[in-house]
């Protein structure tokens, strides 16, 4: 068989929409890393913000985008995967224009930090929405597969997007840079109203009863919820945590840290679809288990290896815990859900994911302050959360 062919037939797998949906990923994520990323360098050193309050509105973006996953997970199953996503993203288009002349103006502080978190919330609830759909378009046999392919998408246009900002940043003002974003999420837009389509959803979706009391009702999708919590707080330890770590206790450079984080992306746009495929017919509890160990595993080597080559390891081992978990969480959460409820089910989920990792920078952070002189008493702790919720994993697999 030719490679052409192939090809062909790898397309053929998944519905055209989920391609769109790939596609369409991979252009927000590298249009949104473009400006944002350099969002709090602007407050703080050309609007002359503290630090302080700089991370405060870091913190304040992380508790509207946990409420945006589920906003946006019940007007997936209440308005439709389709509007909701559209409605999103063209918002977010009228958003990044606003904050283009924001800061082509030098507008009010406040403004700026309103659109801001606007936008925030416009891409959690574009995700909620766009988790369900893929659900939808994938069906219940490939989803694991159709998650892997969706996290390609946003690792190509997160490793895209800050390259081509900063390199737009040493030469051009800010402005230009949120005016390049809007201009290419409006093509995202255009992108998934013309091609993008939804399919049949169960009688009754639009029939939202319950709320959260139905979903800790369900037993097996709380205990679930709680054990993923734990490990994305072991995951929100990637950036915050691990930049301060290793730049500041082991002395690395701020281009040895950066390398860490390539190295992490790189992983993930080569392997996580091939990796996914292969793991999708194995019990979903053992892969849960399986990733939150690695995570576990990984971080705790930091705490012992000090060589840059063996610090590039333990990132391996941890992005290999990344790849093997990710993808997996989603797909068994559209699995537990009811046909008329992955929207919200999946907008639960944002919540924790979004809270998880945002908690892991504040435990992180205190675990920094706690052991200052040793390191594997403050990574053994991060591991230890993530070889607990492995157990659980095993112990939650058996009811699957």
């Excluded at 053929?12 to 991979?26: E, N, P």
């Excluded at 849960?288 to 391996?316: D, E, I, K, N």
Aim: aromatic share 10%.
């Amino acid at each position: 068989m030719s490679r052409l062919a192939r090809l062909r037939g790898e397309l053929a797998r998944f519905d055209r929409t989920l391609w769109v949906l790939v596609a369409s990923q991979l252009i927000t994520s590298a249009g949104f890393s473009i400006a944002l990323p350099f969002i709090s360098l602007y407050l703080h050193r050309d609007r002359g913000l503290a630090m302080t309050l700089v991370g405060a509105i870091a913190l304040a973006h992380g508790l509207v985008s946990a409420v945006g996953r589920v906003v946006g997970g019940e007007l997936a199953d209440r308005v439709g995967r389709r509007p909701t996503v559209l409605g999103a993203v063209g918002g977010r288009v009228a958003l990044f224009l606003g904050l283009t002349a924001l800061v082509a103006t030098d507008g009010p502080v406040w403004a700026i930090v309103a659109v801001y978190l606007a936008v925030r919330i416009t891409g959690a609830l574009a995700m909620s929405a766009t988790t369900a759909l893929v659900a939808d378009s994938a069906g219940p046999g490939r989803r694991m597969e159709a998650y892997g392919l969706l996290r390609v998408g946003g690792n190509v246009g997160w490793a895209a997007g800050p390259a081509i900002g900063g390199y737009m940043a040493s030469w051009l003002p800010y402005w230009t840079l949120f005016l390049t974003t809007a201009v290419i999420t409006a093509g995202s837009f255009v992108l998934l109203a013309r091609c993008a389509r939804e399919p049949g959803r169960a009688e009754g979706d639009r029939v939202m009863r319950g709320g959260f009391r139905e979903l800790i009702a369900d037993q097996r999708f709380a205990g679930f919820v709680a054990l993923s919590l734990l490990v994305f707080v072991v995951a929100g330890q990637l950036v915050s945590t691990l930049s301060v770590f290793t730049v500041d206790r082991l002395g690395l450079t701020e281009a040895e840290f950066g390398g860490l984080l390539t190295l992490n992306g790189f992983l993930v746009v080569l392997f996580q679809y091939p990796l996914a495929r292969a793991l999708a017919r194995l019990p979903r509890g053992w892969l849960l288990a399986a990733g939150s160990f690695l995570y576990g595993l990984g971080y705790l080597a930091f705490g012992w290896l000090r060589a840059y080559p063996a610090l590039l390891g333990a990132m391996v081992v941890v992005t290999l815990g990344e790849m093997v978990y990710a993808p997996n969480t989603l797909a068994v959460t559209a699995d537990l859900a009811p046909p008329g409820r992955r929207g919200r089910y999946l907008g639960a989920f944002g919540l924790a994911e979004t809270l998880g990792w945002s908690l892991g920078a504040f435990v992180g952070g205190a675990l920094l302050d706690a052991f200052p002189t040793s390191p594997l008493a403050m990574w053994g702790a991060v591991a230890g959360l993530g070889f607990a919720a492995a157990a659980g994993f095993i112990l939650w697999g058996r009811s699957w």
